[in-house]
């Protein structure tokens, strides 16, 4: 299925308006209130993917299909600076086992996201901010024998076990919900959520296995909704940043002056 370019060029275009102008956080003499927030958290939730090409083949097989959902993991690692926030996201989804004749087939999907976001409700407690991820992604199937007499494991040299991947690119949007909290101003428990929709804009039908690429293969897709819920810390740094003046001309250097939360 070719990418839907217009779509993607409108979800581009959309968050890079939202995104803020820095200049706007000035005053005359060059300086700017910051607050920085690093979050380092993690998460756990449900996730959908578009799983009718591979069921169709499996099922013609004779395997059972897979769910159309799976258990979702995620380790996630952010900078707020003041309204704007950037970071990068580990995320894994996990489809439970299929068993049916004596074949134990598992299928999973792990993927490494760049995001940005504005926070459009940004208090010292409260959160809340849409976001755009960039990435890839890599989906593994893995078919072998799911019972096999102990003796036949000592003997045989080669186990009937089939492992194959696919490499994907992914587009994530979705929305953040963020509680901060704690008795030190600067160092803040994060309790949140996350709700989007991920896809990948190319669907491809090349799969790798053992050197070897396959082809006339089922194409499933990274094509689904999910949610999921955080649990981490913050460090937070309040301060006046000094860009500095030389001459007339904005300086390339500054300096963080902290206020009395450090």
Known sequence: MPMNRKRLIAVLVIVAASMPNFATM?????????????????????????????NDKM???????????????????????????MGGELRGLIFMDRVSNNMRS????????????????NTDHVQLYPYLGLGVGLLDL??????????????RRHH????MYQTKFLVDLGVAFD????????????LGIRAGYSFDP??????????????????????????????????????????GNCDGKMCCHGSMQKDGTQ
């Open 26 to 54: 000035q005053d005359s003499t060059g300086h700017m209130n910051l607050t920085v927030i690093k979050k380092n958290m993690i998460g756990i939730g449900v996730g959908m993917a578009d799983m009718a090409s591979i």
């Open 59 to 85: 099922s013609s097989l004779g395997i059972d299909p897979f769910r159309n959902y799976g258990l979702s993991l995620d380790l996630e690692s952010q900078t707020d600076f003041n309204r704007l926030m």
């Open 106 to 121: 598992s299928f999973s999907s792990g993927s490494l996201l760049l995001k940005s976001g504005y926070n459009v409700i």
């Open 142 to 155: 893995m078919v072998r024998d799911n019972e096999v007499p102990f003796d036949s494991a000592l003997v």
């Open 160 to 163: 009937s076990t089939v492992s």
């Open 179 to 190: 509680l901060l909290g704690g008795k030190n101003p600067k160092h803040l428990g994060v």
């Open 202 to 243: 190319y669907t491809s039908d090349r799969w790798h296995h053992d050197g070897e690429i396959l082809t006339n293969s089922p194409t499933p897709a990274l094509n689904g909704a999910y949610v999921m819920l955080t649990l981490g810390g913050a460090h937070k740094i309040s301060g006046m940043w000094n860009s």
